[in-house]
């Protein structure tokens, strides 16, 4: 058979291939501003996110474009030599294009057009000047294409881990702004840069939300309101910064409602995010006010509550000195007393009413005020007085209570 008919052993055929593919590589070298010039306006006809940055900063997208081909070429010639630069060079340009905002799929994009553009040259080289080894362009087509799709893979893995890395620190940011915000730690002049990274406007009208409890993690806000959250798991709560707009804090925590377990405080309306950490205090005190088995309290509506949960020292000395002879009584006489007191406060001073409530008589409600009166030396009947033991009786709620049997019916 002759000589010219005998096809070429794979091996023989592959190391051909090679040699081809690196004397047409050689001169690209030469060539790298061309292809540079080419596939940056090829970017800039195609690709808005690089349209925009060439429109920016020209030279250091030309740069990064040719650096890009430099090492792709390079790596062509000499594999072992220069991979491990090209792989380096493609993760770089993956993590900086992610950090500029880039979508991957335009990134992934210019690496295709790179490779196409590189493989033409390397066809436009072997036609020209080689025209008989054209047969091997098929062998040299995987070769150049593989190389591709794997730096394409170093891209995308590049971007991919940068772009948590950035998402992980603009969620630290945002967490670290929410709680230094709601300790009332940022500086007034930090206050634009936390709007902006907090996407909330730094004269708003806001409320603190602080819920503890079950479902706290789910804490439901009317539509179209925006908050940020923190939680602080020490505490076992989660705060919350709430833009109210024209939105008023009582229809706020009218709209949170009442779940079973699930206990919320909820601040005054406040202007400007300076006033946050003020009213993160006084969310927390409506917290404290809140009833062990949950609700919601909405701090405007319990102020007198709100007084003495803020200082508990006085608090409980106020307790013991209105309070003290009727709480040294025997736990079910101390209990009728208490709650006859308190159901008559909450009846606006309407004994029927408070009769009504406690499934007893009017008359039996008279009698055990007037033994309150006796006891604790206040008359119901005088105003000072009258607010002592609301205050008293306020402070006395919020103090962990012993558990006690059930109250007897009658006197």
């Given at each position: 058979m002759p000589a010219h008919l005998v096809r070429p052993r794979p091996r023989a055929q592959a190391a051909d291939a090679v040699a081809v593919l690196r004397r047409a590589a050689r001169p690209l070298l030469d060539q790298l501003p061309a292809l540079t010039d080419r596939l940056t306006w090829q970017l800039y006809e195609?690709?808005?996110?690089?349209?925009?940055?060439?429109?920016?900063?020209?030279?250091?997208?030309?740069?990064?474009?040719?650096?890009?081909?430099?090492?792709?070429?390079?790596?062509?010639?000499?594999?072992?030599r220069h991979r491990d630069a090209a792989r380096a060079c493609s993760a770089r340009i993956g993590a900086d294009r992610a950090a500029h905002g880039f979508p991957l799929?335009?990134?992934?994009?210019?690496?295709?057009?790179?490779?196409?553009?590189?493989?033409?040259?390397?066809?436009?080289?072997?036609?020209?000047?080689?025209?008989?080894d054209a047969h091997l362009l098929v062998h040299l087509a995987v070769d150049v294409w593989?190389?591709?799709?794997?730096?394409?893979?170093?891209?995308?893995?590049?971007?991919?881990?940068a772009e948590r890395e950035l998402t992980w620190r603009r969620e630290n940011r945002r967490r670290i702004l929410t709680a230094?915000?709601?300790?009332?730690?940022?500086?007034?002049?930090?206050l634009p840069d936390a709007a902006t990274a907090l996407d909330l406007p730094e004269r708003g009208r806001y409320a603190v939300v602080v819920a503890a409890g079950t479902g706290r993690d789910r804490t439901e806000l009317p539509a179209g309101l925006r908050a940020v959250w923190h939680t602080v798991p020490d505490a076992g709560t989660r705060r919350g910064v709430v833009l109210l707009g024209d939105l008023d804090a009582a229809r706020l925590a009218a709209a949170l409602g009442e779940r079973p377990g699930r206990r919320l405080g909820v601040s005054p309306a406040v202007e400007g995010l300076a006033a946050v950490g003020g009213a993160r205090r006084l969310a927390e005190t409506a917290l404290r006010i809140c009833p062990a088995g949950g609700g919601t309290v909405l701090l405007d509506e319990q102020l007198p509550a709100a007084l003495v949960a803020a200082a508990p020292a006085l608090g409980r000395l106020l307790t013991d000195r209105v309070l003290g002879p009727l709480l040294a009584l025997p736990p079910a006489d101390r209990t009728l007393l208490l709650d006859t007191l308190t159901a008559w406060l909450d009846?606006?001073?309407?004994?029927?009413?408070?009769?009504?409530?406690?499934?007893?008589?009017?008359?039996?409600?008279?009698?055990?005020?007037?033994?309150?009166?006796?006891?604790?030396g206040r008359s119901l009947a005088r105003p000072a007085d009258l607010v002592e033991l609301g205050l008293a009786l306020s402070a006395y709620r919020l103090e962990p209570q012993p558990v006690t049997g059930p109250a007897p019916s009658s006197p």
């Amino acid at each position: 058979m002759p000589a010219h008919l005998v096809r070429p052993r794979p091996r023989a055929q592959a190391a051909d291939a090679v040699a081809v593919l690196r004397r047409a590589a050689r001169p690209l070298l030469d060539q790298l501003p061309a292809l540079t010039d080419r596939l940056t306006w090829q970017l800039y006809e195609q690709e808005p996110a690089y349209r925009a940055a060439i429109d920016a900063e020209p030279g250091v997208v030309r740069e990064e474009i040719q650096r890009s081909l430099r090492h792709s070429v390079a790596s062509l010639l000499d594999p072992a030599r220069h991979r491990d630069a090209a792989r380096a060079c493609s993760a770089r340009i993956g993590a900086d294009r992610a950090a500029h905002g880039f979508p991957l799929d335009a990134v992934s994009h210019a690496f295709r057009l790179g490779g196409a553009l590189v493989w033409q040259a390397l066809v436009d080289e072997v036609t020209l000047r080689h025209p008989e080894d054209a047969h091997l362009l098929v062998h040299l087509a995987v070769d150049v294409w593989n190389f591709v799709d794997e730096h394409c893979t170093h891209v995308a893995d590049s971007y991919r881990r940068a772009e948590r890395e950035l998402t992980w620190r603009r969620e630290n940011r945002r967490r670290i702004l929410t709680a230094a915000l709601l300790d009332g730690a940022l500086r007034i002049a930090d206050l634009p840069d936390a709007a902006t990274a907090l996407d909330l406007p730094e004269r708003g009208r806001y409320a603190v939300v602080v819920a503890a409890g079950t479902g706290r993690d789910r804490t439901e806000l009317p539509a179209g309101l925006r908050a940020v959250w923190h939680t602080v798991p020490d505490a076992g709560t989660r705060r919350g910064v709430v833009l109210l707009g024209d939105l008023d804090a009582a229809r706020l925590a009218a709209a949170l409602g009442e779940r079973p377990g699930r206990r919320l405080g909820v601040s005054p309306a406040v202007e400007g995010l300076a006033a946050v950490g003020g009213a993160r205090r006084l969310a927390e005190t409506a917290l404290r006010i809140c009833p062990a088995g949950g609700g919601t309290v909405l701090l405007d509506e319990q102020l007198p509550a709100a007084l003495v949960a803020a200082a508990p020292a006085l608090g409980r000395l106020l307790t013991d000195r209105v309070l003290g002879p009727l709480l040294a009584l025997p736990p079910a006489d101390r209990t009728l007393l208490l709650d006859t007191l308190t159901a008559w406060l909450d009846c606006d001073g309407s004994a029927q009413r408070a009769a009504a409530r406690l499934y007893c008589h009017r008359n039996t409600v008279l009698n055990r005020l007037r033994r309150c009166e006796q006891l604790t030396g206040r008359s119901l009947a005088r105003p000072a007085d009258l607010v002592e033991l609301g205050l008293a009786l306020s402070a006395y709620r919020l103090e962990p209570q012993p558990v006690t049997g059930p109250a007897p019916s009658s006197p």
